[in-house]
């Protein structure tokens, strides 16, 4: 029979995968994967359901994010703060902490405005390249968002980006190193896992721009959440950032060439230029309308 000494040792050496932060990244990484590969499997191969139709995209794009979110992440990896009930566990990723609502959603709401207008500021810059005039009517062409009312639909599963990098990955980060740290090694591994859009056969520097600008972006979302402790700015700004840069960089995206593309978008689109804004409003706004107790990015 165990003493219980040996009892104290055998579990000072179990192995919890949330202790080993970049462990638990790549187990995010590979789950998130898996995700994707079954639900697809599922969806296309098993149902034959058509990759064309929105309404399966949709489905198959929730699908995944509610496996690995719900059930593999909390249930199966532990993460990212080991056993917990499933309450628990949304308080720990911040998406059960909605409050104050209205204040969180007029933060988020606010960063989108601005968003929004760094990625039209891509097309404006870029037609003042080409000599062109930016007059009256090209502003409203570029503001015109109507064409991308579907993507709407299409873009709600990207917000869950924000639970598997934010809520899991960087609350690991979180409780190994310091909060600037944490935001810029989570930050890092936004920008890589979108090296996998390479076997959808996008073009290589396209997907070179995605990864830094994904990073770039990421400091704001990881910056964001540290604020607030809430995972709803940051997947509000994640969902309409995506679902409306269709109609606001348009322009941009006919007549410019990849590269530029790329440039443009790390610069503008989803870059410096947003991410710069957004962090300043952010510490601008939470430290007169947040209520405290919401600690600054980047002190221990």
Not at 99 to 127: E, G
Request: proline fraction near 5%.
């Amino acid at each position: 029979m165990d003493s219980p000494n040996n009892n104290n040792l055998m579990e000072k050496r179990k192995f919890r995968l949330y202790e080993h932060p970049w462990l638990s990244l790549l187990a995010v990484i590979v789950t998130s994967v898996f995700s994707i590969l079954l639900s697809g499997t599922v969806i296309f191969g098993v149902l034959g359901l058509s990759g064309e139709s929105p309404a399966v995209q949709f489905a198959q794009g929730m699908s995944y994010h509610i496996l690995f979110a719900f059930i593999l992440a909390p249930f199966v990896l532990r993460l990212p703060k080991g056993k917990r009930t499933f309450r628990q566990y949304l308080g720990d990723i911040g998406l059960s902490k909605i409050q104050p609502f209205f204040r969180l959603v007029l933060l988020a709401l606010s960063c989108c405005v601005i968003l929004a207008l760094s990625q039209a500021a891509a097309s404006f810059v870029y037609r003042l390249f080409e000599g062109l005039p930016v007059n009256g009517s090209f502003v409203r062409q570029v503001f015109d968002l109507s064409g991308d009312i579907p993507s709407l639909l299409l873009s709600f599963p990207s917000a869950f980006e924000e639970v598997a990098f934010r809520g899991i990955v960087l609350t690991v980060f979180l409780s190994r190193y310091s909060e600037r740290k944490a935001i810029l090694f989570s930050s890092l591994g936004f920008g890589l896992m979108h090296l996998l859009n390479l076997t959808n056969g996008r073009e290589l520097v396209w997907v070179l721009g995605q990864v830094v600008w994904a990073f770039i972006l990421g400091l704001f979302y990881g910056y964001v959440f540290v604020r607030t402790r809430s995972l709803l700015p940051p997947m509000i700004v994640h969902y309409l950032g995506n679902a409306f840069i269709g109609s606001l960089t348009g322009y941009m995206q006919a007549r410019a060439s990849i590269e530029i593309q790329a440039l443009y978008g790390i610069v503008f689109s989803l870059g410096v230029v947003p991410t710069t804004l957004m962090i300043l409003w952010t510490r601008f706004f939470a430290s007169r309308w947040l209520p405290g107790g919401f600690p600054e990015a980047g002190k221990e």
